[in-house]
């Protein structure tokens, strides 16, 4: 069961269209290190995971990748908001405004279609939990580029948020993957208490 | 268009829910650390004063019966994504 939140976990106001910047944040819409594949498969390897801190991370940080999706759909959708059919065109869009109008279709940058082949599932826990981790650094890596892409402040604040989100995620999982570890091997799972903050 | 009251209650209210999101991650992993599940309940018993206050006024932000409001005015309420 989910309950939707009629609100952005953190703001978005693109004011000016900005095209290009549309077409390039659809690789964190719909490509391989989107937030829908992202939310997709942290939501669908909850089910082979074997401990209940874990089970509890997936469907926490997978529910949060979804209103990151949400976001990011917000921004490609201001950003072509106001743009002319010629500023489509003169940023690549045409082949995508032929096809989707200006729906926001879960695609990549090249116009490559969202597959569920980008969502890993194998249902061993270390292997699906290594590769949530690496996961969440592809998406900061992604995320970096398109701050570097861009003189925009209002894409760079929302995007600076998320890349931080890819981290404390990344954190987490460093986490469950210690606790699975530590059940293969036989021992007890570490313990919950820790001397230091990590929040 | 918002007025600048509704803004502001809307900027707590985000403030809030992540600082409760935030804190129920790390209490994913950690779910005995005593701090930080206080640190948790006291934003949690925030949030839930801020939405009360926004539905009081503005509408219910959530639906599915979450709210003890006219459930129509929800579908009325500007959604997240328009400017």
Known sequence: MWIYEKRLEYPVRITRPDPRMAKLLMAQYGGPDSELGAGLRYLTQRYSMPDDRVRAALTDIGTEEIAHWEMIATMITQCMQGASLEELTAAGLDGYYTMHGNGVFPADPNGVPFTTSYIACTGDPIADLSEDMAAEQKARATYEHLMNLTNNSQIIEPLYFLREREIVHYQRFGECLEIVQAIRNGRSAPSCRCSRRRY | ?83
């Open chain 2, 1 to 83: 268009m918002m007025n600048q009251t509704e803004q502001s209650l809307l900027a707590r209210i985000g403030e809030t829910r992540f600082a409760c999101v935030e804190l129920q991650l790390y209490l994913d992993t950690h779910p005995e650390d005593a701090d930080a599940r206080n640190d948790f309940n006291c934003y949690a018993n925030a949030l839930e004063r801020l939405q009360a206050e926004y539905a009081d006024t503005y509408g219910p932000l959530e639906n599915f019966g979450s709210c003890p409001h006219d459930a129509g005015s929800w579908v009325y309420q500007k959604w997240p994504w328009m400017k």
